[in-house]
């Protein structure tokens, strides 16, 4: 079952920060999240397993939490190079799970 | 290393042709993966093959076929093209298996496709 992201878009100034939910209906075992610039492949960014931690890559850190089957994405002071659609992908709590996207959210960062 | 590499990188057809797009990884990965994506709905699984010899479905499968050439390559063929296969198609390589829950994807650069 396809995760649920929000925002849909987001418009930031350089150095402001932006939160990305992702939620599912379903008990998750992971959660991914991967960046696609315009144009480009999607790059994976990090992944977080059941267990509730979070994760950090540089200004971008991750939360998930498993009880609310819930994760967030979080971007701090943010920078032009933080621009793209955020796509997380989730696997379910079941054996033999698929990764399944969410719809994706495009965030830009302007001067 | 080149990673995923995916031809061609532009196709047009005409309704009714047939076409095959191609795909091959120099990471080791087992498991290979097509996607596609359409605006406002993210990427959708149509085949991935879990290792060599072996391929299954995915979420939106119908129209399409692929061959698991080698450990290597990864084929995606359109039979009889439609308008509504116009999308953009990614091929992706992972080293874990699709059931795994952990199988972090490396992608493509993507296969643009128009069906007139």
């Known amino acids: 079952q396809q995760p649920v992201q929000s925002p849909q878009a987001v418009i930031l100034r350089e150095g402001e920060d932006a939160v990305i939910n992702c939620s599912s209906s379903k008990a998750l075992y992971s959660v991914h999240w991967y960046r696609q610039k315009h144009g480009e492949a999607p790059v994976f960014l990090m992944i977080l397993l059941k267990g509730g931690e979070q994760k950090g890559h540089e200004k971008i850190s991750a939360s998930f939490n498993e009880k609310k089957q819930q994760s967030s994405l979080y971007l701090t002071a943010s920078q032009l190079s933080y621009s793209g659609t955020y796509f997380c992908g989730t696997a379910q709590e079941t054996s033999g799970s698929r990764l399944t996207f969410g719809e994706g959210t495009q965030l830009t960062v302007n001067p | 290393n080149a990673g995923v590499t995916q031809t061609p990188k532009f196709q047009v057809l005409k309704t009714g042709q047939s076409m095959t797009l191609q795909c091959a990884q120099d990471m080791n990965h087992n498991s290979m993966y097509w996607y596609r994506q359409d605006p406002g709905m993210g990427l959708r699984l149509i085949y991935y093959?879990?290792?060599?010899?072996?391929?299954d479905k995915g979420e939106v499968p119908n129209g399409y076929n692929v061959s698991r050439l080698n450990k290597r390559e990864f084929s995606l063929r359109l039979e009889s093209a439609a308008p509504s296969q116009t999308s953009v198609y990614f091929c992706?390589?992972?080293?874990?298996?699709?059931?795994?829950?952990?199988?972090?994807?490396?992608f493509g650069a993507g296969s643009r496709l128009t069906v007139l």
């Open positions: 992706a390589s992972s080293t874990r298996g699709p059931g795994s829950g952990a199988n972090v994807l490396t």
């Open positions: 093959s879990a290792s060599e010899g072996t391929t």
